[in-house]
Nanobody, 133 residues
C-alpha cells in the first residue's frame, strides 16, 4: 500500500527556518508530482510547492516564493521542503501529497493546475508547523 511518511515540523520563531521531509513508498508509478499543501485553522487547504519526480518541474505558490524551496534526493527516495524566513501566517498543518499521472500526459509533472487538493491521489498524515511572533 502506498504511503507518504513525513517528518520535521515543530515550533519556530518568526524569521526562523524549518525543514520537512517526505518519503513516498509503494507508489504504483514513477510518473508523479509530489509536494506540500498546508491548512491553517478555519482555512482551506492550500497548495504550497511541488516537484516532478522525473522531470524536476516545480510549482511554487506566490505566498512562499523566495522563502520555500523543494528538492528531491532520488537515492534516499525523499523530498525536502526547506522553509526560511518563516512568518506567523505560515502556521498550519503541512501535508505531503502525490498526484500520479497518465503515461499519455506530456505536460510537466508539476504545474499549478495539476497541484490541486481534489486531484491528489495520496496524502501524508500531516505535520504541524507553528511560527510564533
Amino acid at each position: 500500500e502506498a504511503q507518504l511518511v513525513e517528518s520535521g515540523g515543530g515550533l519556530v520563531q518568526a524569521g526562523g527556518s524549518l525543514r520537512l521531509s517526505c518519503a513516498p513508498s509503494e507508489l504504483p508509478t514513477d510518473d508523479y508530482g509530489i509536494g506540500w499543501f498546508r491548512q491553517a485553522p478555519g482555512k482551506e487547504r492550500e497548495g504550497v510547492i511541488c516537484i516532478g519526480n522525473e522531470d524536476d518541474s516545480t510549482f511554487v505558490a506566490d505566498s512562499v516564493k523566495g522563502r520555500f524551496t523543494i528538492t528531491s534526493d532520488n537515492a534516499k527516495h525523499t523530498v525536502y521542503l526547506q522553509m526560511n524566513s518563516l512568518r506567523p501566517d505560515d502556521t498550519g498543518v503541512y501535508y505531503c501529497a502525490v498526484r500520479t499521472l497518465d503515461v499519455s500526459d506530456y505536460d510537466p509533472q508539476c504545474t499549478s493546475w495539476k497541484f490541486t487538493a481534489r486531484d491528489m491521489d495520496y496524502w501524508g498524515k500531516g505535520t504541524l508547523v507553528t511560527v510564533s511572533q
